[in-house]
């Protein structure tokens, strides 16, 4: 068994799966998200200290930088405007389901705050990438299909992760704000 080659291997352990033939560059395409997601789990899965006042900046910066995505493109129709303005509204759900998933601890003595996502807050995560994946590799069909341009499709996706991103800081930030008053006496 071990003197065989990967592919025999791979038959050998799963007989009745499907084949899957990648090209090297394919293989970086898939693999690269795989380990950035795992590294993202681990690194969300341990409390981490919690700079309330310094939650504004990332929704800004990716604010900022859909802006200016969008900005640069040919003005978008009627559809995709509509089809962006319920991925805003479908991402900022999320977020803020995701915000609340995640755990917002505050030390009384020291006033520190900490978070620590939840297992199923990571599974949020870990949904919204596959959907992503299958999204990209279906994204000429589903976009032909609503009369709209691929890129126009991408950036509904950029509309919907600006949404959860601002979502979920402002209800962490809100629910941080609360428990450090009420940590401090001051309800």
Not at 1 to 27: I, N, R, S, T, W
């Amino acid at each position: 068994m071990f003197g065989q080659a990967p592919h025999e291997l791979a038959v050998a352990l799963a007989p009745h799966a499907p084949k899957v033939d990648l090209a090297p560059y394919q293989l970086g395409a898939v693999l690269i998200p795989l380990v950035v997601v795992a590294m993202m789990l681990l690194r969300h899965a341990r409390p981490r200290r919690l700079r309330v006042e310094r939650l504004w900046l990332a929704p800004l910066v990716f604010v900022l930088m859909t802006g200016l995505i969008l900005a640069a493109q040919s003005p978008p129709s009627p559809p995709v405007i509509a089809m962006e303005a319920a991925c805003l509204a479908l991402g900022g759900l999320v977020g803020w389901w995701r915000g609340r998933l995640t755990r917002v601890s505050v030390n009384p003595d020291t006033y520190e705050a900490t978070t620590k996502t939840s297992p199923l807050g990571m599974l949020v995560v870990l949904v919204l990438f596959a959907v992503r994946h299958g999204l990209r590799n279906a994204s000429g069909f589903t976009a032909s299909q609503l009369h709209i341009s691929a890129l126009h499709f991408t950036d509904t996706l950029l509309v919907f992760a600006a949404g959860l991103v601002c979502a979920q800081r402002l209800e962490m930030a809100l629910r941080a704000m609360r428990l450090l008053n009420e940590a401090r006496g001051r309800t």
